[in-house]
């Protein structure tokens, strides 16, 4: 089962030197509560989100997923 990774968002995020404002700012209208709960995994991106944030650091969409045996969500 695929699984999404908050983890990787937050490295990449902090790897570059933003705040969480800076990244919301970065998609556009986000604010910063939403890449917080994002980075919580209390909701998830959306497709097109992850594309956008995809498209800022270079990575393919896929990069936020892992494999796990575990089936909870």
Known sequence: MWKYDE???I???ESRGFTQT???HKLGNK???VVS?????NVLPSISTLVAISNIFGIVPA???TWTDDFEI
């Open 63 to 65: 990069y936020f997923f």
């Open 7 to 9: 983890n990787r968002m």
């Open 22 to 24: 800076q990244f919301a």
């Open 37 to 41: 709960a994002w980075e919580k995994r």
């Open 31 to 33: 604010h910063k509560q």
């Open 11 to 13: 490295a990449l995020r």
